[in-house]
């Protein structure tokens, strides 16, 4: 199985006048703000939060995420004639839930409201197959765009009582949440041999 998954750098930036900002040395991490939060493991240094909220939601911009499916056919032996043969193969997709930090949390099971949920998740699985013709010295393999759709923010925490003085915190670190779409393409990618076929940044 293939899974896709997506980062987004931090967002979010802060200027401060005059007198300078200087952090509390007893902030919560971002590790356990999240760990605090419902469905998570839990921290041991914070008690858990009532509440975890996206917020500054940021909706990325739709991109197609390239993967390869099934094995490489190659006519690298030294013929001279082109060889005909089958590619294809299957992959499944699933949303995915990511951090642009590590923050060293497992982000499954957890629930986060605002739109972001790892609890609702959906997957996708195609599959496909063609045949080709591979010029001597090439080799092919098949690859499948998946269109997809990608929520950012940072997430919100609520605790019922204080918590290094203050009932909310916000992480730093932006959680991004990438959602396939059932809009698929699927292509077949050719490089020369003696190069890595499953590269498909190389267009050699």
Do not use: Y
Not at 170 to 177: D, E, K, L, N, Y
């Amino acid at each position: 199985m293939l899974t896709i998954s997506f980062v987004v750098f931090v967002l979010l930036g802060h200027t401060f006048s005059a007198p300078a900002f200087i952090p509390r040395d007893d902030s919560p991490s971002d590790t356990d703000l999240l760990l605090s939060c419902p469905g998570a493991a839990g921290s041991p240094n914070i008690e858990r939060a009532d509440k975890c909220t996206l917020t500054n939601i940021v909706n990325n911009p739709d991109i197609p995420v390239v993967t390869n499916i099934g094995s490489v056919q190659a006519n690298c032996e030294g013929g001279t004639n082109p060889i005909t043969k089958t590619v294809g193969g299957e992959t499944t997709t699933s949303t995915t839930t990511t951090a642009n930090a590590d923050v060293g949390v497992d982000f499954e099971g957890i629930s986060i409201g605002g739109g972001l949920s790892t609890e609702s998740s959906s997957s996708t699985t195609q599959s496909n197959s063609t045949t080709i013709t591979v010029a001597p010295g090439r080799q092919s393999v098949m690859t499948m765009s998946v269109l997809s759709h990608s929520q950012s923010g940072n997430v919100q925490v609520n605790f019922g009582d204080r918590v290094d003085g203050h009932f909310i915190w916000f992480t730093g670190a932006v959680i991004t949440q990438v959602i396939p779409t059932n809009e698929i393409t699927f292509d077949v990618h050719e490089t020369a041999c003696g190069t890595d076929p499953l590269d498909l940044n190389n267009n050699s």
